[in-house]
């Protein structure tokens, strides 16, 4: 079993519409979570860090459920400029090593 | 300010031949990591360094991966007889250290692309 797992979809999502997908990861010692966005050929960069009371930040909404190890990422709202694949992250409980899911991909079509 | 660079940005080399992979990190950040992505795959980690402490080289898939990181700041990735499968894109990040000594977010360089022919 693979340490993060995420559906790699494509979720195609009608602009306006909501979307939400989750991530599993196996370590129930893992601390610190995060999504990242990865458009076609660029680099990964930072959405939001992932707390334990859930957090938002305008229309992405983040939760975590230790008792069943899964995170969510909830986009309100779908833009375009949405479309990207998005990577779950997980920090282990030893270290500062970042374990990446495969990635969801998520294409707003008009 | 300026992010972190990687170089070259593309990269075709033949089979059997040694290809060096550099990363400059973000000045003052003291951890850097190596990751590598094949197409339409996730990140598969390869090496973290850490300030002055031994690398974690837990990812590296054989020993003709290597890495260096020189004064705590520039990277090298050598990969020695390159082989087809080692075509991928090389990421480089690097992070900030908390005062709690944990990392915090990664910023990522643009990555080189690496075509073994």
């Known amino acids: 079993r693979k340490e993060v797992e995420q559906d790699p979809g494509p979720f195609n999502v009608p602009e306006g519409a909501t979307v939400a997908f989750n991530c599993t990861y196996s370590?129930?010692?893992?601390?610190?979570f995060f999504w990242y966005r990865q458009d076609c050929r660029k680099e990964p960069k930072l959405l939001m860090s992932?707390?334990?009371s859930g957090n938002e930040d305008g229309r992405f909404t983040a939760q975590l459920n230790r008792a069943s190890q899964y995170i969510s990422l909830l986009i309100r709202d779908s833009k375009l400029s949405d479309s990207a694949t998005y990577l779950c992250v997980v920090r282990g409980a030893a270290g500062n090593k970042l374990t990446f899911g495969g990635g969801t991909r998520v294409l707003v079509k008009p | 300010g300026a992010g972190v660079s990687q170089s070259p940005s593309n990269k075709v080399t033949e089979k059997g031949k040694d290809v060096e992979l550099r990363c400059d990190p973000i000045?003052?950040?003291?951890?850097l990591y190596w990751y590598r992505q094949s197409l339409g795959q996730g990140l598969e980690f390869l090496i973290y360094?850490?300030?002055?402490?031994?690398?974690?080289k837990s990812g590296l898939p054989s020993d003709r991966f290597s890495a260096e990181r020189t004064g705590g700041s520039v990277s090298t990735l050598t990969i020695q007889r390159t082989q087809q499968e080692d075509s991928a894109v090389y990421l480089c990040a690097s992070s900030p250290t908390l005062l709690a000594g944990r990392t915090d977010t990664q910023y990522f360089g643009p990555g080189t692309r690496l075509t073994v022919l």
């Open positions: 000045s003052g950040h003291t951890a």
């Open positions: 992932v707390y334990s």
């Open positions: 370590n129930s010692a893992s601390q610190s």
């Open positions: 360094f850490q300030g002055n402490s031994a690398p974690d």
